[in-house]
């Protein structure tokens, strides 16, 4: 359903939201990124499979292979996307000289690797959640590169 007003309204509280974390990451990086970090959902499931996320690259190759019974919850899916795709970027910075978290005018978090490229990794999330591709340790893999 198109409802102008309500897009409107959208449009422009996305962007206040935006403006705030971009602010918000400007001010203090090292706090933004430790509450993208936290992924709460994805550890969770981790966890139930016994696996415990450490920050690492292997951690990604270990949650690509997870049985993802979180599938049967199509609620769930997408938050648990979004956890994918901080804990990805998170590892990126952590690992990745020169990458950061920085944030698009619409108010989404991406990863800047220091070559200048931009990486939608909760996009990423979101799709491995889904469907399982990319796999979080190819998408490492191909940010590592540059």
Do not use: K
């Amino acid at each position: 359903m198109n409802i102008p007003f309500l897009a409107n309204w959208r449009n422009r509280h996305g962007a206040v939201q935006g403006a705030a974390l971009a602010s918000a990451l400007a001010d203090d990086p090292e706090g933004v990124a430790e509450l993208f970090a936290e992924c709460e959902m994805l550890r969770s499931q981790a966890r139930s499979a016994g696996l415990e996320l450490d920050g690492s690259p292997a951690s990604l190759e270990a949650l690509d292979q997870l049985m993802p019974r979180w599938r049967r919850d199509p609620e769930a899916v997408p938050w648990l996307g979004n956890d994918a795709g901080f804990y990805l970027g998170t590892v990126i910075v952590r690992a990745a000289e020169g990458a950061r978290w920085q944030v698009w005018p619409n108010g989404q978090p991406v990863i800047r690797l220091a070559s200048g490229r931009e990486l939608n990794v909760i996009e990423t999330g979101v799709s491995w959640a889904m469907t399982g591709s990319p796999e979080l340790s190819q998408a490492y893999a191909e940010a590592s590169e540059g």
